[in-house]
């Protein structure tokens, strides 16, 4: 079965510093992976997708993350954090059949000045 | 262009009450999903449906239907309210592969 481990549930970064949040997955299938924001009271909103293409995966708002199959990963970055980051994100993996997504559990990113 | 829409936005019921949640989509979109967000839990899923005329069974699919009407409208049905089921409730669509998913803002909902 498809899984994503995402570590730490709240992640503290002043502006203007690396934004760093970690997640793994587990597929039985090469996977499709996305990163997903979610700002208070809303909806998801794609930031990101890896889809057997580069490895190297340009989103929205200067976020970027990196496929490494040996590793497992697909870390979310952002050289420099800015206070409209603050956010919940979400790394997603593709299901059994390319079907479905299952979430990871979420990373809340708090942003101080 | 609209996206996904939902309807309620909020919604109290009682325990035992029953509610019908609407979700629509304006992408022509063959996927929809039910999704349910709980603090320190992510989403999970509730029941999909990955083309007009099919559904099928999510991770958290006990005490829940729904219905495709048809390829724009996807609804779910709560039959007997629980309070384990106070939740937020997000409807999402997507194309075929890669499984890019829009979503929508959200019910949330209570039951007391």
């Known amino acids: 079965a498809q899984s994503v481990t995402q570590l730490g549930s709240h992640v503290s970064v002043s502006e203007g510093a690396l934004v760093l949040l970690r997640c793994n997955y587990s597929?039985?299938?090469?996977?499709?992976l996305f990163w997903y924001v979610q700002y208070p009271n809303q909806g998801l909103q794609l930031l990101l997708k890896y889809t057997s293409a580069a490895t190297l995966v340009k989103g929205i708002n200067g976020f970027e993350a990196e496929f490494k199959k040996s590793e497992t990963s697909f870390h979310l970055t952002k050289p420099s954090a800015h206070m409209s980051d603050a956010a919940e994100y979400f790394c997603a993996v593709s299901g059994l059949g390319y079907s479905t997504l299952t979430f990871g559990k979420g990373t809340m990113l708090l942003v101080s000045p | 262009n609209a996206g996904v829409t939902q309807t309620p936005k909020f919604q109290v019921l009682k325990t035992g009450q029953s509610m019908t949640l609407q979700c629509a989509q304006d992408m022509n979109h063959n996927s929809m999903y039910w999704y349910r967000q709980d603090p320190g839990m992510g989403l999970r899923l509730i029941y999909y449906?990955?083309?007009?005329?099919?559904?099928d069974k999510g991770e958290v699919p006990n005490g829940y239907n729904v219905s495709r009407l048809n390829k724009r409208e996807f609804s779910l049905r709560l039959e007997s309210a629980a309070p384990s089921q106070t939740s937020v409730y997000f409807c999402?669509?997507?194309?075929?592969?890669?499984?890019?998913?829009?979503f929508g803002p959200g019910t949330r909902l209570t039951v007391t």
């Open positions: 999402a669509s997507s194309d075929d592969r890669p499984l890019e998913q829009y």
């Open positions: 449906s990955a083309s007009e005329g099919t559904t």
């Open positions: 597929s039985s299938v090469p996977p499709y």
